[in-house]
């Protein structure tokens, strides 16, 4: 009988079964080596990396303390919130926007004299007057802006020189805001040229509200009265050609008016409007502008405040419904910062700083580029959207509520522009150069009345207040307030007693009159003149802004050598608050200003040595 083979030992079953263990799925353990198609992540599961260990503070070792001269005894680790509070309050707070200030050499004693007259060279004789050539005076260029200067003692603090004016003492084209090829007269407001296009400009800009001046041809296209009947049209226009408008600073000198995007210009013949070189017809009648004929330019401009919503953004059509020319007076008002420095200029003494410059949006406006395929795909685009106020670009925004009305010999021919681009920084920006600061506003930004003459054109300015065909709705000043000009019966009499405008208005007599009278004084129309007088009165704020702001910095400088961080932080703060309200109130002249800044000593603020060269 064969052998009987035994089965293999059964293993025993365990009385207990073993509790499973909860899957993790982070655990390296549970996941395949390679990836399956059932479970394609398992490699990137895989790689999963721990998280990083969190770094440790490093601490100088023992000898690099003891060798910085640090305390080297154990402390408990410090409160690191306690050691943050104490740093804010250390910091120092930010600046005020303030003018550069320049060390310069001591002032020579003809400079407390005021600035002479400019010297006149008699070239031609024209309409009954002798226009000469302006020279010994220094031209606004190469991207420099040059105005006169005087040195005063009550300005110490300021480097002793303020701005002033130089004769003759009125509205009139500016000497050093016009071509080197224009002529002028002895009282500054007429004006010629033997060569082509060359323009001038006031010395008084429109910077809001509602402003008018006149233009009368001197020579120009003349009326067919004054030709022969065998003459031909080119001998017609033989007296020359004229073009006038409004421009901004950055306009080229050296170009007729609306030749660029910078100004707005009318032909004298057929009365075309003009805009970046584009003549158009804007009158039913195409009237030709011809000699003799008075042309009033009307300028209308919002106000400042909706200006800078403009400029800085937040302008809403639907919220913004009105041209706010009359605001409540603000308790502080925005910087108006003036980088200058003075140079000598032949002995006399001049600022000059840095002019605004055109910019690329503009030109590219002016001048399209042809890489878009047709123009309506290039009008769909942001960056090629037709001007408004809400345009991406700042250069390309434009006025709510602005406009330019004409006139002929008293008649309103039209309103030829409307919604004027902006002017207000960052519109307005300097030439890109060492020194210049962006977004600052020197006060004398705006629009300014220009005119542009052309081989023996000739043409004369009025910026009133006797204006030869006022409108009938013109503001003339008076010496209880403002009449208009048609119910107005001799006011010459006491503008020339009085001299300055009043400020309450005439009771009105019409609803008409009533109207104007409840709208407020920036809403009225008045002439270019008064605006003169304004311009002064705030250079003179300005000055005076200046010279109190550096002697509070040179007193916050002062204190902060004898008492540390906490007066300069006491000083700066009261500079900045008092700067903005210094210039909404208007100051007026700090007393013992020059012997409290000498016992100081020592000039604060950013001061940059320059040396005076006399060419």
């Not at 919130?81 to 310069?104: C, G, N, V, W």
């Not at 308790?331 to 032949?346: F, G, H, L, Q, T």
């Not at 003459?453 to 065909?469: H, L, S, T, Y």
């Not at 703060?573 to 100081?600: D, H, N």
């Amino acid at each position: 009988m064969a052998a009987e083979i035994s089965p293999t030992p059964r293993s025993i079953t365990p009385s207990t079964i073993p509790q499973k263990r909860a899957l993790n799925l982070d655990d390296e353990q549970h996941v395949p080596a390679v990836s399956s198609p059932l479970n394609p992540d398992a490699a990137t599961s895989r790689a999963r990396k721990a998280p990083a260990r969190e770094q440790r503070e490093k601490k100088e070792s023992l000898k690099k303390r003891e060798a910085k001269g640090v305390d080297t005894a154990r402390s408990a680790t410090p409160d690191t919130q306690i050691t943050t509070k104490k740093s804010k309050k250390a910091e120092k707070p930010p600046d005020a926007i303030r003018p550069l200030r320049y060390y310069t050499k001591p002032p020579n004693p003809s400079d407390f004299d005021p600035p002479r007259s400019p010297l006149f060279n008699p070239i031609l004789e024209k309409a009954h007057r002798e226009f000469n050539e302006c020279f010994e005076h220094i031209s606004n260029k190469k991207a420099f802006r040059y105005t006169n200067c005087i040195a005063d003692p009550s300005f110490p603090s300021s480097r002793w020189f303020r701005q002033t004016e130089a004769s003759p003492f009125h509205p009139r084209f500016s000497f050093q805001e016009a071509s080197s090829h224009i002529l002028f007269d002895s009282t500054g407001r007429s004006i010629t040229t033997e060569k082509g296009f060359r323009m001038a400009r006031a010395n008084v800009a429109a910077r809001e509200g509602r402003w008018y001046y006149e233009c009368k041809i001197l020579s120009g296209v003349r009326k067919p009265s004054q030709s022969s009947s065998t003459t031909s049209d080119s001998d017609t226009a033989s007296g020359g050609h004229v073009r006038l408008g409004w421009a901004r600073r950055e306009a080229n000198l050296d170009t007729p008016v609306g030749f660029d995007a910078y100004s707005y210009g009318l032909r004298d013949v057929s009365g075309q409007k003009v805009h970046m070189s584009r003549p158009k017809d804007f009158s039913p009648s195409n009237e030709s502008f011809q000699e003799g004929d008075v042309i009033g330019l009307e300028i209308t401009l919002p106000s400042l405040a909706l200006h800078r919503k403009v400029v800085e953004g937040s302008y809403n059509k639907a919220v913004d419904v009105s041209d706010d020319l009359d605001p409540h007076p603000a308790a502080e008002a925005p910087d108006i910062v003036r980088d200058r420095v003075p140079i000598r200029y032949k002995g006399v003494v001049y600022f000059e700083q840095f002019e605004y410059s055109s910019t690329k949006d503009l030109e590219e406006l002016m001048n399209p580029s042809p890489s878009a395929p047709n123009a309506a795909m290039a009008m769909n685009t942001a960056s090629t959207a037709p001007p408004n106020p809400n345009h991406p670009s700042v250069a390309l925004r434009t006025l709510p509520f602005s406009s330019i009305k004409i006139y002929k010999n008293g008649k309103l021919l039209g309103t030829p522009f409307k919604d004027l681009l902006a002017f207000l920084p960052p519109a307005s920006k300097p030439a890109a150069q060492q020194g210049a600061r962006d977004g600052l506003d020197d006060g004398m930004l705006g629009y300014f009345p220009a005119i542009s003459v052309f081989r023996g054109g000739a043409a004369e300015v009025n910026f009133g207040p006797d204006f030869w065909c006022p409108p009938s709705d013109l503001a003339v000043p008076s010496i209880n307030g403002y009449s208009t000009a048609d119910n107005d019966t001799d006011t010459s009499d006491a503008i020339s007693k009085e001299g300055a405008v009043g400020a309450r208005a005439l009771a009105p007599k019409d609803p008409a009159t009533q109207k104007q009278h409840t709208q407020g004084k920036n809403s009225r129309l008045r002439g270019m003149g008064e605006r003169y007088v304004e311009q002064i009165a705030e250079d003179i704020v300005y000055d005076l802004v200046d010279e109190v702001d550096f002697w509070i910095l040179d007193a916050a400088e002062g204190n902060n050598a004898d008492s540390g961080a906490g007066g300069a932080e006491g000083g700066a703060e009261a500079q900045t608050k008092g700067r903005s309200a210094s210039i909404a109130a208007g100051m007026g002249t700090p007393v013992g200003i020059a012997e409290q800044a000498g016992m100081l000593g020592g000039g604060g603020g950013e001061i940059k040595e320059i040396v005076q060269e006399e060419e």
